[in-house]
């Protein structure tokens, strides 16, 4: 155990938005929403997995929706505290702690927020090791956790308590909500205990974007790009340099969705790198070849300064830096590729390991 | 109290088609429902409003969607008994007795196929004295009546418990809902005591189905169309006779919307009636002049048997007669006409009483 205070905040929202991979909504509100709660009640406890009892009741906090909606609505506090309280009411049992559901940039702090003002820990584990767009796309419904009772809160007062036969009916019906309550809500979802945790989440996630956020802070003072530091700490790679000639996003069906395309520089001079985004970016690839493939993580940092830019930050002219990471074994099992990987998104694109690819690339070049 | 057995059904059946305007469910599926309920479980006790305690629960159950898609996909009773349940639960308080809350064909009956599975009467009183598509749309609205929390539930077992902030909130997020969990649901919804009922009620409504039903039987007995026995019943008014001609129908946004075109008969020769529909006939007119307007009934009949035609049995060729009949006097204020005027549906068209509309029509054709 120990306390969160406000420089764990921005370090934390820097590595969130860089698993985030694009997506999970703008850490930047998720951040202020969290800080002001320290400032009001103080620093958050921080459990290990190990230290929650195998019976006690864990339920994950977060928004659900378009980031590009979130941000023109930003959430109140109050809905989530809804969302949380309907939850526990309708179990019949206290909840000792919540956590983050995805490691997204806004979904990461969330849970702070809500901590701080319930006075309950947070628990530094997730269900993706990154950002997805979907409810069912959680390491805890590859081991049969069910997602609901879920519920949803919009900011004007409307609640939605969920019970359904998968996650898959579970994900259609908030989403319709979602959209009709307008396009983004607070949940309270996946309720478990702690032997669910400890089996099937993906632990010590909120550390690793602390120490990204920190590697990045550290060498921003140093005047120098972190690049090297973040691709050690995530086992990562880096699969190209340009600069941001193109973006095609629109907000439908509940996602912000659509395409970037980059112009090489330095050593990809005259190359281009399409990236292919629902929320997250899902896949990156040259004309020639395809580098990396959700699950597998892709971000897009600023070639300056190494901060991750979301799909939304995404501008003309940016000079960028796009990196592949390796997503948790768990997504690579088949049921994990079957459930986020490019077949589900509908592209016709075979899901093979980052670190594959990248070797394949080199030997290619070579 | 009485006992309601099949034949009072097969008569309720009857009536509940004519006051549903052609919407409000299949009949035949509800009374097929029911008729089995019956068999299964006994006779099904029937309150008079003024027997049930002021302080006792009462929850209305029923159908939600387009009947064009319940016609495919009949509710298998389970899923009545699931929303009924789960908001009993919620409410932590015995369910006292169940009632229609629209006096609309599938919707008069579905309650008794409920109560009989439950051991439950049902309460001789509905919200509406009609069909109408929309969940707000009842006289507990009118009086502040919340509709939620109302749980809907589909055939495969999902099911969503509802707290909104107003009752229109509840209406557009129960209904995109229902689209999503396959175009229809099964709900229990407007959670009420005895007092709320005995206030905003309609009283006797399914008295009234009933004798309507039995007119049409004992007419068809004695070979006769009963047209005049249900104008005098309902204190309504033949507004046309005629063939249908053309009927254009579609299901979008979670109704069955559209137009039929009759052809004038008899005395109508040569003119032509329009009916316009959103699951229930809103509007009659004929080029010249508007015959009937929502809230007041239109119901159209078999011209030869008297039996009430519903929009999805609207046919080429068929020869109906088209009657209106005042609706209820709660929905002729002003916040009634708001609600389920013709202004609410689109349509440019004052809301006239219909015997308003008939007087004037004689005294220009006189």
């Known amino acids: 155990m120990r306390y969160i205070g406000k420089q764990e905040i921005e370090d934390i929202a820097v590595g969130a938005a860089l698993l985030g991979t694009g997506g999970g909504g703008d850490p930047y509100i998720g951040k202020l929403m969290a800080l002001q709660a320290i400032e009001e009640f103080g620093p958050i406890k921080l459990l290990d997995v190990d230290e929650v009892p195998d019976d006690a009741l864990v339920v994950p906090s977060g928004m659900m929706g378009a980031p590009t909606v979130m941000i023109e609505k930003a959430p109140s506090g ?88 998968n996650n898959v009916w579970a994900e259609r019906i908030a989403r319709t909500s979602t959209i009709e309550m307008g396009g983004s809500v607070m949940m309270a979802i996946y309720p478990m205990n702690g032997r669910n945790l400890k089996e099937s989440g993906i632990h010590h996630i909120l550390a690793l974007e602390e120490q990204i956020g920190k590697a990045i802070r550290l060498a921003k003072q140093e005047g120098k790009a972190p690049i090297k530091e973040i691709l050690q700490l995530t086992n990562g790679h880096e699969l190209f340099k340009g600069k941001v000639i193109d973006v095609n996003r629109k907000t439908e069906t509940g996602f912000a969705r659509g395409t970037a395309t980059l112009e090489g520089l330095d050593s990809n001079l005259g190359q281009e790198l399409e990236l292919k985004f629902q929320n997250e970016h899902l896949i990156a690839k040259t004309k020639e070849r395809v580098l990396c493939v959700t699950p597998d993580l892709i971000a897009v940092l600023d070639a300056e300064t190494g901060l991750p830019v979301t799909t939304e930050g995404l501008r003309y002219g940016a000079r960028c830096v796009v990196i592949g990471m390796p997503c948790d074994p768990k997504w690579r099992t088949e049921k994990g590729i079957k459930t986020c990987g490019p077949g589900y998104f509908g592209y016709d694109v075979d899901y093979r390991p980052v670190e594959e690819l990248v070797l394949e690339g080199v030997k290619t070049i070579g």
């Not at 701080?116 to 530094?124: E, H, K, M, S």
């Not at 997805?132 to 007062?157: C, H, N, R």
């Open 78 to 165: 109050e809905e989530a505290i809804g969302a949380f309280k309907s939850l526990e009411e309708y179990l019949g049992k206290e909840v000792y702690a919540t956590m983050p559901i995805e490691a997204g940039g806004l979904n990461s702090l969330l849970p702070f927020a809500l901590a701080a003002r319930l006075g309950l820990p947070v628990v530094d584990v997730d269900g993706m090791g990154r950002a997805f767009p979907e409810l069912q796309m959680v390491t805890f419904y590859l081991d049969g956790v069910s997602a609901t009772p879920l519920v949803i809160a919009d900011e004007k007062g409307n609640t939605s308590l969920l019970k359904t036969i």
